[in-house]
C-alpha cells in the first residue's frame, strides 16, 4: 500500500508513491538519489541526517516521507548556491572541521540553521546548537572554530583564521 | 613551476570538496542494477546451543530471495577467518572461526542466518520470521573465573579459556624489588570500547557468475587484506578479485581485519546470482564490530625515596572476547611498552589473552599503547605521591635522555627529547601559578588537579624483522609512482585513508620528491584494481613507511629522468644537476627542462640505447626500524565534590611527531585522538550483565559519545625531533593523542581528589563513581 506525495527538495519539485512507514532519510537517499544525507545511528543521536524541512533542522531519520508531504526539504546537495559554497561549508573546509567527512553533511546543516537562527553565537550557544550531532574524529575543536569563522564571514566580519591556505603556492612553511 | 617546498605546508585538504558538498562515495552509497539486500539473523545469546533453524517463513515472504544458514555457505567459503598472532607466546590457542556459527553460538550478535531480499526493508522484515531455536549455555564473562580449571568454557570444544600466556622478563626483577625502599601497587581496569566509527561497516558483492570474478565494495581499512583472504577462501585469485574502498567514515582499528560479513556478502551474491548488498545497522555494529581495550593490569613498582624508579612488575589479562579478532595479540605490545619514557632496572611482564563469550577485542586507537602509557604514567603519580615528590619532577629524574636508546625488551627508541615537551608542556599551562591557585581555591572548598602524561609510543609497523615471527609477515607498505606523458603524475599507494588526508599530504610528498605542482599529483588508495599490495592503514604507519615507499618510487623516477636529461644534453649523468624539478647540466641552469619535458620524451624515440619507454616505479618499503613519537600532555580539571562532576579547565598537548608534512593535519589527528582518551577517561565502557552476557548499552542512546559541549578547545604546540629512521625524518601522529589522553585526565582527577585521600580512580570517572568515591572518603 503506497501513498503520494508531493514535495520540494533543493528547489525542484518531484512526486513519488512510497510506503507510509518509508522514512524521509531513505527517500532522499534511495528514491531520490541524493546520498549526500547520511545514516549513522539509527536511534536519532547523532544528527548525521539532519537536512532542513520548510527551513528547520530536522533528523530526517526521525520523519516519515509522508510527513514531508507538500513541503520543501533542503539538503547538503542544496546548500551550495550557483557553484559557490555557503558560509558554513566554506568554513568547515578552512578550518579542517572535518576528517573522514561522514558526519560532516549533517554538522553543515545543523551549523547553517543555527547561523540562521543566531547570527552571533557564543560558544555555550554553538555547543547547545550542536548538541544533536557527533563526530569521532575531530573532538570538535576545529568544528567550533569553523562555526566560529562561518558566522564571522556572515556577518561581513573577519574570524581569527587558522592560516590554512587553499593554494599550496602561497603556502608558508612552519618551522 | 614547482614550490620551493611542500613539506611543512598548512594546506588545505583536497579531500574536501565532495565531502562538504554531499558528493562523498561512502559504502551505502554504492548502489548497482539488480542489486538485492542482505539483513544479517545474529545470536540474542552470548552462549547457547542451536537446536534448529526454521527458514520457511521468512522464505515464503514475497521479494525474498534466499535465507542462507551455515550448511548454505560451508561448500563456498573455505577456511577459517584469519589470525595474526604477532607474539610468540608460551601457550597459545587459536580456534578457527566460520564466518557465521553453525551449531554453537558464543557471543551476543553472532551471525546464524542471513536473508537475501529485493530491499532492505524486506530483508529486515523476513529477518524476524527466521525462527531459532537455542538452548542457552552459561556466559564466561569474568576474567579471573574464565582463568580457573572449573570455569565452563567458553565454547565446549575447547580445552580451556586461554588464548595466551606469555612472559616477558627483562632483568633480575626480583633483586631489584628487594633492595627497593618504595613498593606500591595498584590494579588498573581498561574498560571495553566501542570504536564506534560514524560509519558503520558494510560492503557490497558483485560475484560474476562464469567469469569467478568479483567485485567487492566495502569499508575497511585494509582492502588488500581483504581481497587476499576473502579471494582465497571463496577460490577467486587476486587477479579476479577487485576490492574497492572508496570514503570510509573513519575506523579507529575497528576496520582492520576482514570480517565475517564480507566472506557471506560475496557467498550470497555467487549463491544468488545477483549483487547483494550489506550495510551493518548501529545495534549490530556495537554487537559484532570488534571492540578495543578490556584489560586489567595489576602493577607493582619499586621505586627509592629519592625518586629513582627501580623496577616494574604487571600482569595484562586481556579480554579476547570469543574468538581472536585478527590482531588482538599485538594488543600484548603493552607489556614491552610499560617502561614507557623511563629508565628502569628491571621489568617483568606477563600477558594472559583470555576468552569471553563477548564480542572479540582488536586494536582501537593506539592498541595496547594508551594502556601501557596509562598503567606507567598512573605508577609513576603513585610513586610521587607515596614519597611526597612533585609528578614533573620524578618524571623529570627518570626520563631516558640518550639516544637511539635500547630498552628493557631491546626495542630501540629511535630519538627523543622529553623534558622538552614537558618544559614547553609546563610553561604553557604555568605549572607554578596553578599549583598556588589550587591551595587557594582548596581552601575555598573546590577541587582543581592537573594531570600529567609524558608518553612515547612505538609506530610504524613495521620493521620485517620485528614482524616476522607472526607467521613470515613483513608490514611493508608499496607505491606506485607514473609520470603521464604531458607530466601529470599518478600515485597509488597500498595504504589506505579514511580522514587521515592522505590525498593531500601524499601529494605534498610525492610533488616535492618530483619536483612537480602539487596540483599535478594525484594520489590512488583504496582500489586494489589500480593499487600495489599493501597492508593498508592503522598503528600510525601509513606516513613512515608508505610515504617513504612514495619517496623510493620518486627516487627511481628522478634517476631515470636524469639519465632522460643526460641524454637530451648529450652531457654525462654525474654533470646534470635536478633542482627542484629541473634538469639542467652544471653551471648552466638557464637551460633546463622540467619533468613534464622529460616524461614527454620518455615515451617517444630515440631514447638511450638500451632504455624502455615510459616513466614510472613501483617501490616496496621495509622500515630499518619503529618510529618513536613522544611528548606531554597536561590536563587540568576540577571536581565537584557534591556531584562528581569532572569538568576540564584546560588541556594542553605538546608532541614530537619528527618533522611535519602538514601541521593542519597534524593538529587534526591530535585533536580527535585526544578527544577520544578524554571520552574513555570520562564517558565511555561497554557494559554487559555478567550473568547473562546480555549487552547493557547497545546504542548510542546508551553508550556515551560525547558531544561538543563535553570537550574543551585544545593548546597545541610541537616540538621536532626528526626520526633518524627514514629520510623523510617522520614518526606518526594518528594515535598518539589518544596514547596520551587518557591519563592525563585520570591523573588530573587524582591529584584533585587527593585532599579525601584518594589515590587512585578507574575509567570512566563518571559522576557516580567519584560521588561515591567522595562520600566514601569522607565518612
Not at chain 2, 117 to 140: F, G, I, K, M, S
Amino acid at each position: 500500500m503506497t501513498q503520494s506525495v508531493e514535495l520540494t527538495i533543493n528547489g525542484r519539485r518531484r512526486q513519488d508513491h512510497v510506503e507510509p512507514r518509508l522514512l524521509l532519510v531513505h527517500y532522499l537517499r534511495e528514491v531520490a538519489g541524493l546520498t549526500g544525507t547520511h545514516i549513522s545511528c539509527d536511534t536519532s543521536q547523532c544528527g548525521a541526517c539532519t537536512v532542513l524541512l520548510d527551513g528547520e533542522a530536522v533528523k530526517s531519520c526521525s520523519v516519515f516521507a509522508v510527513q514531508a508531504d507538500g513541503r520543501s526539504v533542503t539538503t547538503i546537495e542544496g546548500l551550495a548556491k550557483d557553484g559557490t559554497l555557503h558560509p558554513v561549508q566554506q568554513a568547515f573546509w578552512s578550518e579542517h572541521g572535518l576528517q573522514c567527512g561522514f558526519c560532516t553533511p549533517g554538522f553543515i546543516m545543523a551549523a547553517a540553521y543555527l547561523l540562521q537562527q543566531n547570527p552571533t553565537p557564543t560558544d555555550d550557544e554553538i555547543d547547545r546548537g550542536l548538541e544533536g550531532n557527533l563526530c569521532r574524529c575531530t573532538g570538535y575543536h576545529n568544528i567550533k572554530k569553523a562555526v566560529r569563522a562561518a558566522a564571522s564571514a556572515m556577518n561581513g566580519g573577519t574570524a581569527e583564521l587558522s592560516g590554512n591556505v587553499a593554494s599550496p603556492v602561497a603556502a608558508a612553511v612552519e618551522g | 613551476m614547482a614550490v620551493t617546498s611542500m613539506i611543512g605546508a598548512r594546506i588545505q585538504r583536497r579531500e574536501d570538496p565532495k565531502l562538504i558538498t554531499g558528493h562523498g562515495h561512502f559504502i551505502d552509497d554504492v548502489n548497482l542494477v539488480n542489486m538485492a539486500h542482505m539483513s544479517i539473523v545474529r545470536s540474542p545469546h552470548a552462549h547457547a546451543r542451536i537446536t534448529s533453524i526454521d527458514t520457511a517463513a521468512a522464505l515464503a515472504s514475497n521479494g525474498v530471495v534466499a535465507v542462507l544458514t551455515a550448511a548454505d555457505f560451508k561448500p563456498v567459503i573455505h577456511g577459517g577467518l584469519p589470525v595474526t598472532n604477532s607474539f610468540v607466546a608460551d601457550k597459545k590457542q587459536i580456534p578457527e572461526q566460520f564466518p557465521i556459527a553453525t551449531d554453537e553460538v558464543v557471543y551476543l550478535g553472532e551471525p546464524v542466518a542471513v536473508v537475501v531480499a529485493d530491499d532492505r526493508y524486506t530483508a529486515d522484515d523476513a529477518a524476524q520470521l527466521v525462527a531459532v531455536d537455542y538452548e542457552p549455555l552459561p556466559a564466561v564473562m569474568d576474567l579471573e573465573l574464565a582463568m580457573t580449571p572449573s570455569s565452563p568454557l567458553v565454547k565446549s570444544d575447547r580445552p580451556d579459556n586461554i588464548g595466551w600466556d606469555a612472559a616477558f622478563p627483562a632483568g633480575d626483577i626480583d633483586a631489584v624489588f628487594a633492595e627497593a625502599e618504595v613498593i606500591v601497587k595498584q590494579r588498573i581496569g581498561q574498560q571495553r570500547l566501542f570504536p564506534t566509527p560514524m560509519e558503520t561497516r558494510g560492503c557490497v558483492a558483485d560475484y560474476v557468475p562464469f567469469d569467478n570474478r568479483v567485485t567487492l565494495w566495502t569499508s575497511t581499512q585494509v582492502p588488500h587484506f581483504v581481497r587476499l583472504f576473502v579471494g582465497g577462501a571463496l577460490g577467486v585469485p587476486e587477479s579476479q578479485m577487485r576490492v574497492v574502498s572508496h570514503d570510509v567514515g573513519g575506523g579507529f582499528g575497528s576496520k582492520i581485519r576482514p570480517y565475517g560479513e564480507e566472506y557471506l556478502t560475496t557467498a550470497a551474491s555467487k549463491l544468488c546470482g545477483r549483487p547483494v548488498k550489506w550495510i551493518e545497522d548501529r545495534t549490530e555494529s556495537l554487537q559484532a564490530t570488534t571492540h578495543g581495550r578490556g584489560q586489567i593490569f595489576d602493577i607493582e613498582v619499586a621505586a627509592n625515596r629519592d625518586g629513582t624508579l627501580l623496577g616494574l612488575r604487571f600482569t595484562q589479562l586481556l579480554d579476547i572476547g570469543a574468538y581472536h579478532g585478527v590482531f588482538s595479540a599485538f594488543q600484548v605490545v603493552a607489556c614491552l611498552l610499560g617502561g614507557g619514557a623511563y629508565e628502569w632496572k628491571a621489568i617483568n611482564a606477563r600477558s594472559i589473552g583470555i576468552f569471553t563469550n563477548r564480542t572479540a577485542t582488536d586494536p582501537y586507537r593506539g592498541a595496547g599503547r594508551p594502556e601501557a602509557t596509562h598503567l606507567v604514567e598512573r605508577a609513576v603519580d603513585l610513586v610521587a605521591r607515596e614519597i611526597g615528590m612533585d609528578p614533573a619532577e620524578i618524571r623529570r629524574k627518570n626520563f631516558v635522555k640518550t639516544f637511539p636508546h635500547v630498552n628493557n625488551f631491546g626495542l630501540t627508541y629511535d630519538s627523543g627529547d622529553y623534558e622538552k615537551t614537558l618544559d614547553r608542556a609546563m610553561e604553557i599551562i604555568d605549572y607554578a601559578a596553578f599549583r598556588k591557585r589550587q591551595e587557594e581555591l582548596r581552601a575555598q572548598g573546590r577541587y582543581t588537579g592537573i594531570g600529567f602524561s609524558t608518553y612515547v609510543e612505538i609506530c610504524g609497523l613495521g620493521p620485517s624483522a620485528a614482524t616476522a615471527p607472526a607467521a613470515g609477515i613483513a608490514l611493508v607498505e608499496s607505491s606506485m609512482v607514473r609520470v603521464h606523458p604531458t607530466g601529470s603524475v599518478t600515485v597509488s599507494v597500498g595504504t589506505h585513508a579514511h580522514g587521515q588526508s592522505h590525498e593531500t599530504t601524499f601529494a605534498q610528498i610525492a610533488a616535492d620528491a618530483l619536483g612537480v605542482p602539487y596540483d599535478s599529483v594525484e594520489i590512488h588508495h583504496g582500489d586494489t584494481g589500480d593499487t600495489p599490495f599493501g597492508y593498508g592503514t592503522y598503528g600510525s604507519r601509513s606516513l613512515a613507511v608508505g610515504g617513504m615507499a612514495i619517496m623510493a618510487s620518486c627516487h627511481k623516477v628522478v634517476e631515470k629522468a636524469r639519465k632522460l636529461a643526460a641524454h637530451a644534453f648529450e652531457a654525462s649523468e654525474d654533470d646534470i644537476v635536478v633542482d627542484q624539478g629541473r634538469y639542467f647540466v652544471r653551471g648552466n641552469p638557464g637551460e633546463a627542462k622540467v619533468l613534464a619535458e622529460l616524461a614527454f620524451a620518455s615515451y617517444g624515440a630515440g631514447l638511450p640505447e638500451g632504455m624502455e619507454q615510459g616513466l614510472e616505479a613501483v617501490s616496496y618499503f621495509d622500515p630499518p626500524n619503529f618510529v618513536w613519537p613522544f611528548g606531554c600532555h597536561i590536563c587540568a580539571v576540577e571536581v565537584d565534590p557534591e556531584t562528581g562532576a569532572v569538568t576540564i579547565d584546560r588541556y594542553v598537548a605538546v608532541d614530537d611527531c619528527g618533522n611535519v608534512i602538514n601541521p593542519m593535519v597534524v593538529e587534526g589527528q591530535l585533536h580527535g585522538g585526544i578527544a577520544q582518551g578524554i571520552s574513555q577517561a570520562l564517558f565511555e565502557e561497554v557494559s554487559y550483565d555478567d550473568a547473562t552476557g546480555q549487552m547493557l548499552n547497545g546504542t548510542m542512546l546508551d553508550y556515551l559519545i560525547p558531544t561538543m559541549a563535553e570537550m574543551p578547545m585544545f593548546e597545541l604546540d610541537r616540538t621536532v625531533t626528526p626520526s633518524p629512521t627514514n629520510e623523510l625524518g617522520v614518526k606518526g601522529i594518528g594515535e598518539a593523542g589518544t596514547i596520551a589522553s587518557s591519563v592525563a585526565v585520570i591523573n588530573a582527577i587524582t591529584d584533585a581528589l587527593s585532599p579525601f585521600g584518594i589515590r587512585h580512580v578507574e575509567m570512566p570517572a563518571r559522576p557516580d563513581r567519584l560521588w561515591s568515591m567522595i562520600k566514601e572518603a569522607r565518612a
